[in-house]
C-alpha cells in the first residue's frame, strides 16, 4: 500500500463506525465510483463515557470485507490492542490504524507493535490526543522498530480547553514539524475528527492540501444525520463527491521548469534574508550583553519594566499598516526578550564568579 499518489492526494472514506452490513455495503457502494483509495469503518469504538454505542466488534469486520471485495478497494480498521490486531488479520483487513486515545500511551503501541512483528502490515498512527510531536513520533518509532515499514501518520487535531471553532484544535505545526523530522513519512489529515462538523471539512480539507500533505481522510455515511457515531461531521458520498471535486490538488513539486526555477530563487532570497535576521539578532544581543556589563557597574535590575513596555509600545505603533500581526510581534519580541535576559545575567554571573 502506497500512501503517496503521484496524481492527487490519497483518500480514505467510509463511516466513522460500522452498524449493520447494510450501511456499510451501502456506504461502500457510495464510494465505488469516486477517487477514494482506502475503505475504513471503526469497529471497536472508544468512547468517552461508557453506554454509548461502542462498536460492533469482528462481525463488523466481515461487513467491510465483503464491501470493500464488492467495490473493488482496501479496507483498514482502527485497532487498540493485541486481540483487535488478531481479529482485524484474521479478518482480511489491509491497513489498521491506531487511534488517537491509543497513541498517547506507549505500553499499548508496544502492545499493538510486538503483535504485529514478522508481518509487515500497513499501519497508520493518528496523532496523539495531546499536542506532544515527540509522543507521535515514539508511537511511529515503535512499530518501525519491529520492522513495518509501510508507515504513516493521520492528522486529526487535538484537544484543547481554549473555545475553538473545532472539535479538535489542528495546531499545523505539529504535523509541520512531523514533516520535517521524519520526510519520508506519508500524513494524511483526518478533517471529520478536526472540525466535528460539516461545515469546515472543505476549508481545512484545502488547507492540508495546501500544506502538502499526502492525503484525507473524511467519514462517510449513507445517513449522517442518523450515524450512531459522530453523526455531526460525517458527510454523504455525494457530499464527500462534491468536497473532492472543489479541491485544488496542489503539485508539490512544480514540474514547470520556470515555475521551478522561479521558486528557486525565491527560496533563495528567503534564505538570504534569514541569515541576515539571525546577523542582527546576534548583533543585538551583543550589545544587549553590554547592556548587562554597564547596569552591573552600576547597580541596576536586568529588567525594567517601563522600558519593556515601552519596547513593547514602540514596536506596535512601528508595525502598524504593515503586514505584520500583532500577536506574531508580540511572541516574536517575547522570544528576544527572553534571550536577552538571560544572556545578560550570564554577563552578571560570569563577572561575579571572577570577583
Ligand atoms: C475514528 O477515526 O473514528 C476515531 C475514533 O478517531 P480518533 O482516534 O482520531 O478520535
Ligand atoms: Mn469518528
Known sequence: MD??????????????????????????????????????????????????????????????????????????????????????????????????????????????????????VPVLVKNPVNPDVELWIGAIERLQSVGLTKLGAIHRGFSTFQKSPFRNSPNWNIPIELKRRMPDLPIICDPSHICGNRELLAEVAQ????????????????????????????????????????????????????????LEELRATIDGLDRDILDLLIERLSISRNIGEYKREHNITILQHQRWNEILHDREAYIQGKELSQRFLYRFLEAIHEESIQQQTLVMNTKKMKE
Open 3 to 120: 500512501f503517496r499518489r503521484k496524481d492527487r492526494p490519497f483518500v480514505i472514506a467510509g463511516p466513522c463506525s460500522a452498524e449493520t452490513r447494510e450501511q456499510v455495503l451501502e456506504t461502500a457502494e457510495g464510494l465505488k465510483n469516486l477517487s477514494v483509495d482506502l475503505l475504513r469503518a471503526g469497529v471497536w469504538k472508544p468512547r468517552t463515557r461508557p453506554g454509548n454505542f461502542e462498536g460492533v466488534g469482528e462481525e463488523g469486520i466481515e461487513w467491510l470485507r465483503e464491501a470493500g471485495d464488492k467495490i473493488g478497494k482496501p479496507i483498514s480498521v482502527e485497532v487498540a490492542n493485541t486481540n483487535h490486531v488478531e481479529l482485524a488479520l484474521k479478518g482480511g483487513v489491509d491497513v489498521l490504524w491506531i487511534g488517537a486515545r491509543t497513541t498517547v500511551n506507549p505500553f499499548m503501541v508496544q502492545e499493538i507493535a510486538d503483535a504485529l512483528k514478522g508481518t509487515d
Open 207 to 262: 488547507k492540508a492540501i495546501d500544506l502538502n500533505m499526502d492525503g484525507l481522510m473524511l467519514e462517510t455515511h449513507r445517513n449522517p444525520e442518523k450515524a450512531w457515531s459522530d453523526a455531526s461531521q460525517q458527510i454523504t458520498p455525494m457530499q464527500l463527491e462534491t468536497i473532492l471535486s472543489e479541491l485544488v490538488w496542489r503539485n508539490p513539486n512544480a514540474i514547470d521548469l520556470e515555475v521551478q526555477a522561479k
